[in-house]
């Protein structure tokens, strides 16, 4: 299994502004920290704010912050909405007949089933779980 680089992003961006409580972030500022697509980000932050995990302030001074406090934030619910609704398997679409052998196939029981165990277990830490070493976190994504 493998999460996208968009559910990657997702959890990078709570990473750092649950660092960073005190304060905005701005999207370039967590892009340079992170060494990546500002581009990314962008989508990343959408969806966040839109989502409600995030709270997004415009004009001069403007930045992102997180939306509730870290202990409240759920990483399974995190990933769930930032890997979508698609299936996991083509036999799993809504779409019927794309797999010859789904009438006898136990392979998509399985992968839900292993899916499941994988949201599960994160289910099980917050975002504060990921940040309890902030000195450590803070000086490795602090900028030259």
């Known amino acids: ?20 409580r005190e304060r905005l972030a701005t999207i370039p500022e967590i892009a340079a920290a992170y060494e990546i697509s500002e581009n990314h980000l962008m989508k990343v932050v959408h969806q966040l704010a839109r989502s409600g995990v995030i709270e997004s302030v415009r004009g ?15 990483l399974g619910a995190i990933v769930r909405v930032s890997e979508g609704n698609a299936p996991i398997v083509e036999c799993l679409s809504e779409e019927t007949g794309n797999c010859r052998i789904a009438p006898a196939c136990r392979l998509s029981g399985i992968l839900v089933r292993a899916f499941d165990a994988l949201y599960a277990a994160l289910d099980d830490y917050t975002l504060a779980d990921l940040v309890q070493s902030p000195r450590g976190l803070r000086m490795l994504l602090a900028r030259e």
């Open 60 to 74: 001069k001074g403007g930045g992102i912050r997180l939306a509730h406090a870290p202990e409240d934030i759920r």
């Open 1 to 20: 299994m493998k999460l996208t680089t968009f559910s990657d992003y997702t959890l990078r961006v709570l990473m750092y502004l649950a660092l960073n």
